[in-house]
C-alpha cells in the first residue's frame, strides 16, 4: 500500500501539536491536531495516537472477518469497533487532563482504516478526510466546528464563515469528555482512489482546488511535498500535517461503481452531500438473485425495500405479469413505513444484485444520526405523498370518466 506523510510547525506557531499515524500493516493511517496550548494540545494528539496504535491489530482482524464474509453486520461491526477505540481514547485524554491539571486539552481525531477494497473513516473535529477520484476530490468528513453548525442552520453564508472570528472553534472534540460521538462510514475504493488526511492547517489555506491538483499528482511523495508547499507559501498560522494513501480497489470494481451509482440516483439520497450518501451505507445491506430466483412472495411481510443494482427482475401478482426492473429501478419503500404484505411477487430474470435497506436499520440510523435519519424519514413520507396523490388523481380520472 502506497502511502507518504509529512508534518511542519508552520509559519506563526512556536511548536507542533499536530500527531499522525501509518501503520500500513495494518491499514491504519490518523491524523490529530491537539488543542489546548501549553504542550497540552502535543500531549492529546499523542495519546490519541497512541491509543490507535496500540488497537491497530485488533482493527486490523476486525476487518479481516468484514472481508471474509462482507455482510451488511459485519461491515458495522468494524465502525463499532473504530468508535470503541474513539471511546478508549477520548477518556484516556480526559482523565490525562484532570491527573495533570490540563483541563481543557482536547484533540481532533481523523481516521481510516483500509483493506480490501475498503476503508473506514471515523472523525471528531476539523482535522479532514477527502476521497481522490478521477482528478476530482470529495470530503468524506463533515467539520464538527460552530461555523460550519451555522451555516448548516443557514445563519452564516461560506462567504462569512470564512472570515468570521469562530471558525476555529470546536463542537466535538476527543477528551472534551469522557465519551465522544465520531462519525463513521465506509466506502469501497475504485482503481486509482486516493485519500487525503489533513489538519486544518492545511485544508484552511489551500483551496479544494489545489488539493485536487497537487493531491493527483502521479509520484505520491512529490504529491505531498507540493501540497505542504503550497500551505507554507500561503503562510500557514497553524501546524500542517498531510497524509496521502493509494490503497488497493475493490476486487469487484464494477459492481461498487454500479452501486455507488444507484445509491447516488436513490430518492432518498439524491442530492445529499457526499458523505452524508457514505453514512448511510450502514443501513444498506446487499443479496444477490439468479434467474428463477424469488426475491420476495406476494402476501410475505414487507420489512424493506430494494433498489436493483445489476441484472433484471419480474414483478407479478397471482401468475399475471405486471412490470419489469432494470439497474436503478426500486420496490418495496412502502414497506418502511408499515410492515404490510406484500402485493406482488419479484423473481429474478437473470443473475443480479440488489440494495435492501430495512426498516429496522432504518429506525436504528435515525435514533443515532437524527438529523441525517430525518431528512431521509421525511423524504421518504415526501415520496409516499406523491404516490398516494397520483392514486387519487386516478381514481378522480376514472371517476368523472
Not at 2 to 19: K, M, P
Not at 221 to 246: C, K, M, S, Y
Not at 268 to 294: K, M, T
Not at 370 to 394: D, F, H, K, S, Y
Request: hydrophobic letters at 40%.
Amino acid at each position: 500500500m502506497n502511502h507518504h506523510a509529512l508534518t511542519d510547525v508552520g509559519c506563526r506557531r512556536d511548536q507542533n501539536e499536530d500527531s499522525y499515524f501509518c501503520d500500513p500493516s495494518h491499514g491504519l493511517f490518523l491524523v490529530a491536531d491537539g488543542v489546548g496550548g501549553r504542550a497540552a494540545g502535543e500531549v492529546a494528539s499523542q495519546i490519541a495516537t497512541d491509543t490507535f496504535a496500540e488497537a491497530g491489530p485488533h482493527l486490523h482482524a476486525t476487518l479481516g472477518t468484514f472481508l471474509d464474509n462482507p455482510s451488511l453486520a459485519r461491515r458495522n461491526e468494524v465502525l463499532e469497533s473504530l468508535d470503541a477505540v474513539f471511546q478508549l481514547a477520548s477518556r484516556r485524554v480526559y482523565e490525562a487532563a484532570e491527573r495533570r491539571d490540563l483541563r481543557g486539552m482536547t484533540t481532533t481525531l481523523a481516521v481510516v482504516l483500509v483493506g480490501g477494497g475498503w476503508a473506514f473513516v471515523a472523525h471528531v473535529g476539523d482535522s479532514r478526510v477527502w476521497l481522490l477520484r478521477d482528478g476530482s476530490l470529495s470530503q468524506l468528513t463533515e467539520d464538527h466546528t460552530m461555523v460550519n453548525e451555522l451555516v448548516r442552520n443557514a445563519q452564516l453564508t461560506r462567504e462569512e464563515a470564512a472570515h468570521t472570528t469562530y471558525r476555529n472553534v470546536i463542537t466535538r472534540a476527543v477528551g472534551l469528555h469522557p465519551t465522544v460521538q465520531p462519525d463513521t462510514l465506509a466506502v469501497e475504493l475504485w482503481p486509482g482512489d486516493r485519500l487525503l488526511l489533513n489538519s486544518d492547517g492545511l485544508s484552511d489555506v489551500v483551496s479544494k482546488e489545489d488539493l485536487a491538483r497537487l493531491g493527483s499528482l502521479e509520484d505520491i511523495e512529490e504529491a505531498t511535498g507540493r501540497l505542504l508547499a503550497e500551505a507554507l507559501d500561503a503562510e500557514a498560522p497553524d501546524n500542517v500535517t498531510i497524509v496521502l494513501v493509494e490503497p488497493e480497489p475493490s476486487p469487484k470494481s464494477a459492481l461498487a461503481i454500479a452501486r455507488a451509482q444507484a445509491m447516488d440516483e436513490l430518492f432518498l439520497f439524491r442530492g445529499l452531500p457526499f458523505h452524508a450518501r457514505l453514512r448511510v451505507s450502514r443501513i444498506c445491506d446487499e443479496q444477490f438473485f439468479a434467474p428463477d430466483e424469488v426475491v420476495v412472495s406476494q402476501s410475505d411481510p414487507g420489512l424493506a425495500m430494494y433498489v436493483v443494482i445489476q441484472g433484471e427482475l419480474l414483478v407479478s401478482r397471482g401468475g399475471v405479469e405486471l412490470a419489469r426492473l432494470g439497474p436503478g429501478d426500486h420496490f418495496g419503500e412502502i414497506a418502511l413505513a408499515d410492515g404490510l404484505p406484500r402485493s406482488a411477487t419479484v423473481t429474478g430474470l437473470t443473475f443480479g444484485s440488489l440494495i435492501i435497506i430495512h426498516q429496522a436499520n432504518l429506525v436504528e440510523f435515525t435514533r443515532r444520526e437524527p438529523e441525517l435519519g430525518n431528512e431521509i424519514l421525511w423524504r421518504l413520507l415526501q415520496a409516499l405523498a406523491g404516490r398516494l396523490r397520483e392514486t387519487n388523481a386516478r381514481l378522480t380520472s376514472g371517476g368523472l370518466a
